[in-house]
């Protein structure tokens, strides 16, 4: 459902959503639907079934954001955890330490992903 809403490929999944042979049940999940009580009223009258809306504020898989600088599976003491999924705040001593050691491997002359 995430790319619903996407101007580009919305449109398909929507196509898709409509064409799905009347025997077909989905359950759609997403964290990222604004409108979900329009959705699913819109999937409901088009297929002509209950559609039912589950919320929830908590989230099961903790949100957390890393920098890899590597370039293989090899280098795992390069990648960095740059937002804490309690704090869902920015660390930036994190992201200084990525880019450490992505301009230590540029001394290197290693190839990589570029940060800016």
């Known amino acids: 459902v995430h790319y619903i809403s996407d101007q ?19 359950i759609l ?14 999937v409901g009258n088009t297929k002509q079934k209950n559609v039912y ?3 929830t504020l908590r989230r099961p898989v903790p949100l957390e ?5 590597g370039i293989s599976d090899k280098t795992s003491d390069e990648l960095f955890k740059v937002i804490q999924a309690n704090s869902k705040t920015f660390d930036s001593l994190e ?9 230590k ?4 002359k290693v190839p990589t992903a570029t940060l800016r």
């Open 8 to 26: 580009d490929r919305g449109v398909v999944w929507e196509e898709v959503l409509i064409m799905l042979p009347e025997h077909v049940s989905v």
């Open 29 to 42: 999940l997403s964290a990222t639907v604004n409108n979900v009580e329009d959705f699913a009223e819109w």
């Open 53 to 55: 809306v589950i919320k």
């Open 65 to 69: 954001h890393y920098l890899y600088t």
């Open 95 to 103: 992201y200084d330490k990525a880019r450490d050691a992505l301009n």
């Open 105 to 108: 491997r540029k001394k290197k």
